[in-house]
Structures are given as C-alpha cells and as structure tokens.
C-alpha cells in the first residue's frame, strides 16, 4: 500500500510514519511544507528506509500537491499536516484558516480528482483519512462525553478552523461520494511533542528548575491519549474505517492540567531526587481566553467496530514520555534554543503573561 502523510514533520504526522514503517509494510511518502512544528529530526530513525520517502510540499499548493500525487499513485492519503497549537491561533489566525481550511478544501479537490481517474478497483479501495480534533466539539460540564454525533460547537480559532475542515471532508464525501473517513481525538502526548505544548514545556522546564506555568486554576479537564495508541488507531481506521464514516479516539484518561502538572513533578523528583520538590515551581498564569473548561471521549464505537484499544494508562505513556525526554535532549535542545524557548503565546488585548 503506498500512502502519502501530510504533515509527516509534526508530532502525531511523525509517529504516524514511524509505525507504519515499523508495523506494517507500507511505502510512505510525508509530504510536508516545514513550518516552526515540522522537524526532520522526528524521522532520524526511518529516514534511510526504502519505503520511507519525504517530499517538502505545501498543501495549499494545488499544482505541487497534482505533482505528488502523479508520481506516487497512493492508494491511501492520511490528513495530518495543520496549524495546531491554539495559543497560537489566538495570536494569530491567518495561517490556520489558510492550512487548515484552504489547504484541506485543496487537498480534498486534487485527492479527488486524483481519483475520479483511477481504475474501478483502485477507486474503490481508495481512502482519505481527514484527522480531525474533540475540540471541534467544543466544551463539556462535568459530566458527559463526545460521541461522534455531538454537535460542533468550537470555541478558538483553532478548533473552528478544524470544524471548518470536517464539514468540508464529509460534504466531499455526501456530495462526490469521495472515500473520506474522519478521525477526532483527544489531546495527545509523547515523544518528540515540541516543546511549547503543556507536558513537553513542563518536563523540561521542570528539568531545568524553571517555573511551571498553569493556566487559571488548573482545573480545566483533558482526555490524554499516548501517540503510539493514536498513531495504531489511525491505521486501523484507515484500513478498516467505512468511508463517510466519523471515529472519536480518547483513552479514558481524564486529568485536570493541574494533575498533570503534578503527577511530571512527582514522576521526575522520583527518578531525579535532586531538584525535589518540584511542585514548587507551580505558577498559576492568566488564563486562556475561551479556554474550554473539560474534553472528554467516548471512544466506544472505535472500540467496538475496529477492535482497538489504548494500551498505555496515562502513568505509563507519562514515564515513557519522561524518560524519553531526559534521554533525547538532541532533539529537544535545539528547539528550545532556537524556536521557542517558553514564551507565553495567545493573551489578547489587557492580559498579561
Ligand atoms: N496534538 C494533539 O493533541 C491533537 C489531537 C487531536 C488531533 N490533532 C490533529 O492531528 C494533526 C496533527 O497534529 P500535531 O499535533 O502533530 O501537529 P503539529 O503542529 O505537531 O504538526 C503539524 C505538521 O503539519 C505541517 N504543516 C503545517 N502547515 C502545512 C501546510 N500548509 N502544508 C504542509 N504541511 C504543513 C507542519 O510543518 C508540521 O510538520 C492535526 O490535524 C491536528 O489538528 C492533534
């Protein structure tokens, strides 16, 4: 099976692409455009793999993204590449409606006639994986879940502008009968996460004794799910998933951010008694405007249907991460010098950080 990634340089892209490597005997090719989130270093461990393949594309990029999809005659597209981080989409919002919305409406028009040309029996096995967010669905109480028919309500630039594109992938399929599957999940973390999303920026600045910034109260609630499970689902999803089809991924793994925050410090002074107690550090910050207060999945139908399941509990994805971080300063070092080095990102007019 040959399979183009968009977005294969980011985070999940990159795990995605990893295991497809590792697991499965596809032929990938990571079409990916390099912004600040992409990074070639994520893919050191593939990138001499013959079945491995990275071409450097914008997806909003009609013309390159006809000429990918020529020479590589997938029979499968996954749709990763976005803007993602949401403080970033409350400083600035042009580049996710460009990405995300103009580029997947780009991307789904060429995937489209890509295969309204194909051969019947390539047609029919084709598929375009749109992976998709549970922030489109905005905020729950205290209770409930997302289930896959809750209604789209977002609440940032960011998650509007994935709304925007999910709404675009299924009318491709209801109107065009274009194969599209969509995938929602929940937050994800693990290796090679950069290093201005919550538990990367608190590892590290745990590491280095530096302080750990905590929205609000720290009690607003996320669903935490391990890439590698994210990265096994999409695959099933895709092999398996019927197109027109919606599949919400989580892992059952609801933590306050201040629970997060907590438990790296309590995992890191075990493992480096030294800089003990690191909860110390905890510093309550502004919080994010429109910060939705608790995400939360019902991953039952993919459960059910597909077979998969989270195989890591947060404590255990949560040392795995940890222990990768304290062993891969290469890879994060650079970006912390470089790209971003703490910032706070995303307070508008009369906040301060
Ligand atoms: N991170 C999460 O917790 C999470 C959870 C659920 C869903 N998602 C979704 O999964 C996907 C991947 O998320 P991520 O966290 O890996 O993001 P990321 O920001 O780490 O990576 C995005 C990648 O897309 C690339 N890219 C951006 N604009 C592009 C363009 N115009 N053309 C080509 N490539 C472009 C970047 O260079 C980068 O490599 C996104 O669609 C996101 O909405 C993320």
């Not at 020479?71 to 970033?88: F, G, K, N, T, Y």
């Not at 042009?94 to 029996?121: C, H, K, P, Q």
């Not at 919550?198 to 530096?210: D, F, Q, R, S, Y």
Request: with cysteine.
């Amino acid at each position: 099976m040959r399979i183009i990634v968009t977005g294969g340089a980011g985070f999940i892209g990159s795990a995605v692409c990893r295991y497809l490597i590792r697991e499965t005997d596809a032929q990938v090719v990571n079409v990916d455009k390099l912004t600040y989130a992409g990074n070639l270093d994520s893919l050191r461990e593939i990138a001499d793999e013959p079945r491995y393949r990275f071409v450097r594309a914008d997806i909003c990029d009609r013309s390159a993204i006809n000429a990918v999809l020529a020479e590589v005659r997938p029979h499968a597209i996954m749709h990763l590449a976005a803007e993602s981080h949401v403080d970033r989409s409350i400083a600035g919002a042009a580049a996710f409606i460009e990405t995300n919305v103009v580029g997947s409406f780009t991307l789904l028009e060429a995937g489209r006639d890509y295969w309204l040309a194909m051969n019947d029996r390539d047609r029919d096995r084709f598929r375009f994986l749109h992976v998709s967010t549970d922030e489109v669905y905005g905020s729950l109480g205290p209770t409930g879940l997302f289930s896959e028919t809750t209604p789209y309500d977002p609440s940032s630039p960011y998650s509007a502008s994935k709304a925007a594109s999910d709404h675009l992938a299924t009318a491709w399929h209801r109107t065009y009968g274009f194969p599209v599957i969509i995938s929602n999940c929940s937050n994800n973390y693990g290796p090679y996460h950069f290093p201005e999303k919550l538990i990367p920026l608190v590892i590290l600045n745990a590491l280095e004794g530096k302080s750990l910034p905590v929205y609000g109260d720290g009690s607003n609630v996320r669903d935490w799910l391990y890439v590698g499970d994210h990265a096994r689902a999409l695959h099933l999803i895709l092999t398996n998933g019927r197109p027109g089809d919606k599949y919400n991924v989580g892992g059952r793994n609801e933590r306050s951010n201040l629970a997060v925050v907590r438990t790296i410090c309590a995992m890191l002074d075990h493992i480096d008694p030294a800089g003990a107690p690191r909860e110390r550090l905890v510093t309550h910050v502004p919080d994010r405007p429109g910060h939705d207060r608790r995400y939360a999945i019902d991953a039952s139908k993919v459960e059910a249907e597909l077979g998969w399941r989270a195989q890591e509990s947060f404590e255990t994805g949560l040392e795995k991460t940890i222990r990768w971080y304290l062993q891969n300063d290469w890879w994060w070092r650079p970006l912390r010098e470089r790209v971003y080095a703490g910032q706070r990102l995303g307070l508008v007019a009369g906040q301060r950080g």
